[in-house]
């Protein structure tokens, strides 16, 4: 079971499969303005879904970010 921000994230891998997603643009447009996270934050959501949905479906690139496969 996901909670709230881990099924956002989903769903925006999933709107962009393939594609390289910056932390910077998962902050614009996952979390509100004042509710920003910090790098670790969202590296415990990602772990957390790569838990769920599995580890080989989230590819992280360094410098480049994550990409949905």
């Known amino acids: 079971k996901l909670r709230p921000k881990e099924a956002e994230l989903l769903n925006y891998f999933i709107a962009n499969p393939k594609r390289f997603i910056s932390q910077d643009e998962l902050v614009q447009n996952i979390w509100d303005f004042d509710a920003l996270p910090s790098d670790?934050?969202?590296?415990?959501?990602?772990?957390?879904?790569?838990?769920?949905?599995?580890?080989e479906k989230i590819i992280t690139q360094r410098g480049m970010g994550y990409r949905y496969e």
Do not use: C, F, W
Request: glycine share 12%; aromatic share 6%; charged share 30%.
């Open 40 to 55: 670790a934050t969202i590296r415990s959501y990602i772990r957390k879904l790569r838990e769920v949905i599995g580890g």
